[in-house]
């Protein structure tokens, strides 16, 4: 796009490797590489707040805390990009000390889907009662999902013409995973892929692998989804057969749910059980190298998403892209990503994921023909390039709409 370079401030709520923070990193690392000037601010620590660096040398990034006042003045700014509904209190804090100065730039970028109705209180109106009056006061709110926007508009009585102004843009593919697009649905590449990365993750080559990954919260439901899963694996009758499964957890996990996952790995060692003969459990922690998530990708058969409630799931993306079949909850941004048997399947009971997982495992044919649609999906409707085009107008309109240094 032909425009004049931008100025622009990126507020992560934290530093931690879940879909949300890592949307954010891309597009840092988007509006660099078209030349704008970022910076970007976290107001609480996590896993990446000391790797990040390591990993990814072109990223500066500075601590701040939800009381502080900005550094610089937002007119320094062209435009302010705040992460999620948990910037609110920071928000706040700079609205009270900027006004319109600060709110004229802001693009609020909300990506939370709550579970239930005490989550929903909590994410709506939370220990601070100005979210609504934060929200209506901000140039642009943008949600990453139908599901997520319908929630908040919902929930908020917001006048017709603020709804109006209200806007959906997805989450995108990373850059960096483009160049694989045209030929990982292919299956003679992907089973040599699957083979090398199974001998130096020293899995057998034999042996199926079903991969969950993502942010594995109580919050999202995801242990209790997966604890129904493993119990109903253990006692599925088509285990019978001596075929060996592995089921990899790669992502944040929270402590009280990484106790969990590991009694049930405690569990499956014992001899009593049918998971016990057929199924390994191994629990990886957070993954910040592109390489070695490679690996793991590639040595799936299924992408497992099993969260209650997802606001979008970038994850599938990932799936999609590394030409593995993806079978998720039909809730939020899952649904709305996959077309249940077209470009994934979606289940909403035990007895159904149960089935869609053997679904896959037994039909290689059907494996095939949604992986390659998946592909086709993502490479059409979820690129960087499209995502990157979507953010540049939207920020540029700030800037031309506000005072700033222009």
Same mark, same amino acid.
């Given at each position: 796009?032909?425009?004049?370079?931008?100025?622009?401030?990126?507020?992560?709520?934290?530093?931690t490797p879940t879909g949300a923070v890592l949307s954010l990193l891309n597009l840092y690392h988007g509006l660099s590489a078209r030349g704008h000037a970022v910076d970007m601010i976290a107001l609480d620590g996590g896993y990446l707040a000391s790797t990040i660096e390591q990993v990814d040398t072109s990223l500066t990034w500075n601590q701040s805390s939800p009381s502080t006042i900005m550094g610089n003045p937002p007119d320094a700014y062209d435009a302010i990009v705040a992460n999620t509904i948990a910037s609110d209190a920071w928000l706040d804090t700079q609205y009270k000390a900027f006004g319109p100065l600060f709110s004229d730039r802001l693009l609020w970028f909300i990506r939370e889907l709550p579970r239930d109705l005490e989550s929903q209180a909590r994410y709506l109106y939370g220990s601070f009662p100005s979210r609504k009056s934060l929200m209506q006061l901000a140039h642009s709110v943008v949600f990453v999902s139908r599901s997520s /926007? =319908?929630?908040? +508009?919902?929930?908020?009585?917001? $006048?017709?013409?603020?709804?109006? !102004?209200?806007?959906?843009?997805?989450?995108?593919?990373?850059?960096?995973?483009?160049?694989?697009?045209?030929?990982?649905?292919?299956?003679?590449l992907r089973d040599t892929l699957m083979a090398l990365s199974k001998v130096a993750l020293r899995i057998p080559t034999s042996h199926t692998v079903i991969m969950s990954t993502g942010k594995f919260s109580q919050q999202k439901g995801s242990y209790e989804t997966m604890n129904d899963f493993l119990r109903t694996f253990s006692r599925d009758k088509r285990n019978n057969k001596d075929e060996f499964k592995h089921i990899i957890f790669v992502g944040d996990v929270e402590k009280t749910y990484w106790k969990v996952l590991r009694k049930q790995y405690l569990e499956s060692r014992t001899r009593n059980g049918k998971l016990s003969h057929h199924t390994r459990l191994h629990l990886v922690g957070s993954i910040?190298?592109? /390489? =070695?998530?490679? +690996?793991?990708?590639?040595?799936? $058969?299924?992408?497992?998403?099993? !969260?209650?409630?997802?606001?979008?799931?970038?994850?599938?993306?990932?799936?999609?892209?590394?030409?593995?079949?993806?079978?998720?909850?039909?809730?939020?941004?899952?649904a709305e990503i996959i077309k249940h048997g077209k470009t994934g399947l979606l289940f909403s009971t035990d007895a159904e994921l149960m089935w869609n997982v053997e679904h896959l495992i037994n039909n290689p044919e059907i494996t095939s023909s949604i992986s390659k649609r998946s592909c086709d999906l993502v490479r059409s409707k979820f690129s960087s390039t499209s995502y990157m085009n979507t953010m540049e107008k939207i920020l540029?309109?700030?800037?031309?709409?506000?005072?700033?240094?222009?």
């Open positions: 796009m032909n425009q004049e370079k931008l100025s622009v401030l990126l507020v992560s709520h934290e530093m /926007k =319908a929630l908040y +508009e919902g929930h908020y009585d917001l $006048s017709p013409r603020f709804k109006q !102004s209200l806007r959906v843009v997805n989450n995108a593919l990373n850059a960096d995973l483009n160049s694989i697009l045209p030929c990982m649905h292919q299956s003679r910040t190298s592109t /390489k =070695a998530m490679r +690996e793991y990708y590639n040595v799936a $058969s299924i992408i497992l998403l099993h !969260s209650k409630c997802e606001a979008f799931g970038r994850v599938i993306l990932e799936a999609f892209a590394h030409g593995v079949p993806v079978v998720a909850t039909g809730c939020g941004g899952p540029t309109d700030i800037a031309l709409k506000s005072s700033g240094p222009r």
